[in-house]
């Protein structure tokens, strides 16, 4: 059995390799010429809409689906040619999670490990262990059939990292789940990163956003960005805002904010209350966060400030950005037929 413990130095630090990757349905191109790897330890979150490709790229990974062409290896090992080797580094935890009604807990995890060749010395206790650290130990002997479907997700995570894989691939992972559900799915997955290479897909941005070091945004099967979410805001927006409320100088405000950072400008100024304090928007094209310079510097070169506070577009709107700026690129490409009267979706 190879798994991530007991073979550590035979896994390299390059656990996900996908180079030029295509799959197509008839006509229909789900997956086109994708490329990317996954370091040893990362969580990276795998974004797009409905139809962009995510399930069947998943689904190849795993090795539960061929590709065309391309290739993808795990942990070193080429899927297409050495599926099974490549399936004893993997955990899997697909959108709908079959689990049998009729089993308790401890008994499908026991069920899972065997299929999985686990040594039953071993077993027991990476049972104990992964039902503690799932929040499941006083649901250990209750029948899969009558959990909760954050209970039955649960589950699914404490069978995918049962046998220690080096490399975890959840679809969905909190569909469905209530807000206090999420957060406990969210802190689990956040306590494999170092530990375990894991790739989530989900619609839940501001989960990804939390819980990942990267993210891949897929849109017609192809990467349409890709970057921590920092960085994905700085390639799409290109600037930071602060938001700022401020007292003094109001001719030569902007002037000093030239002398704190040159890449520094007014936005907008609002009208100023009673009290003499002004509403301000900052922006700035600097890749380091400001706020610390503008608390110093300002009230130095004699503002007084009431409240200062960084203002930056959320994932959301970084997804919808870089779909939407894909979807904008292939329109003119696209001859319009049988009356397809489209028109360019607005830029965000």
Same mark, same amino acid.
Request: proline residues 5%; hydrophobic residues 40%.
């Given at each position: ?18 180079s ?18 996954? =370091? ?8 797009? @809409?409905?139809?962009? &490709? ?21 942990c070193?090992? @080429? ?11 993997? &955990?899997?935890?697909?959108e ?55 209970? =039955? ?22 569909? &469905?789940?209530?807000?206090?559900q ?37 849109? *017609? &099967? ?30 030569? %405000? ?21 009290? *003499? %304090? ?40 970084? %997804? ?14 696209? =001859?319009?037929?049988n009356g397809?009267?489209r028109?360019?979706?607005p830029?965000?």
């Open positions: 059995m190879l798994c991530a413990n007991d073979c550590m130095t035979e896994i390299p630090d390059i656990t996900i390799e996908v030029h990757l295509v799959k197509t349905y008839g006509s229909l191109t789900a997956v086109d010429d994708l490329s990317f790897t996954v =370091k040893r330890g990362e969580i990276v979150g795998l974004l797009g @809409p409905n139809g962009a &490709g995510k399930s069947t790229t998943m689904r190849i990974l795993t090795g539960y689906l061929p590709a065309n062409s391309g290739s993808v290896k795990i070193g090992l @080429p899927v297409a040619s050495q599926a099974e080797a490549t399936k004893h580094h993997i &955990g899997y935890m697909p709908n999670n079959p689990l049998p009604e009729d089993m308790r807990v401890s008994e499908y995890l026991w069920f899972r490990g065997r299929l999985k060749e686990m040594p039953r010395a071993k077993l027991r206790a990476r049972i104990d262990e992964v039902l503690e650290l799932c929040d499941l130990k006083r649901n250990r002997h209750r029948i899969l059939g009558r959990l909760s479907k954050g209970n =039955k997700q649960r589950v699914g995570i404490a069978e995918a990292i049962l046998a220690e894989p080096a490399v975890i691939i959840m679809d969905e992972p909190t569909i &469905g789940l209530d807000p206090h999420i957060i406990i799915v969210r802190d689990l997955i956040a306590s494999l990163r170092g530990r375990m290479s894991v790739i989530i897909s989900s619609h839940i941005l501001p989960e990804i956003e939390a819980t990942c070091d990267r993210v891949l945004i897929i849109n *017609g &099967g192809r990467i349409v960005a890709q970057g921590s979410p920092a960085e994905l805001r700085r390639e799409i927006f290109g600037h930071t805002s602060y938001r700022v409320e401020f007292a003094g100088h109001n001719a030569a %405000f902007a002037a000093h904010l030239t002398t704190i950072d040159a890449s520094l400008s007014v936005a907008t100024v609002g009208d100023c209350s009673g009290d *003499g %304090f002004c509403v301000a928007t900052l922006v700035t094209t600097a890749p380091e966060d400001l706020g610390e310079k503008l608390l110093q510097r300002l009230p130095a070169g004699g503002y007084r400030l009431r409240a200062l506070h960084r203002t930056q577009p959320s994932l959301e709107d970084v %997804f919808l950005a870089a779909t939407r700026r894909s979807w904008d690129a292939r329109l003119p490409d696209k =001859k319009v037929q397809d009267q028109q360019p979706l830029k965000i």
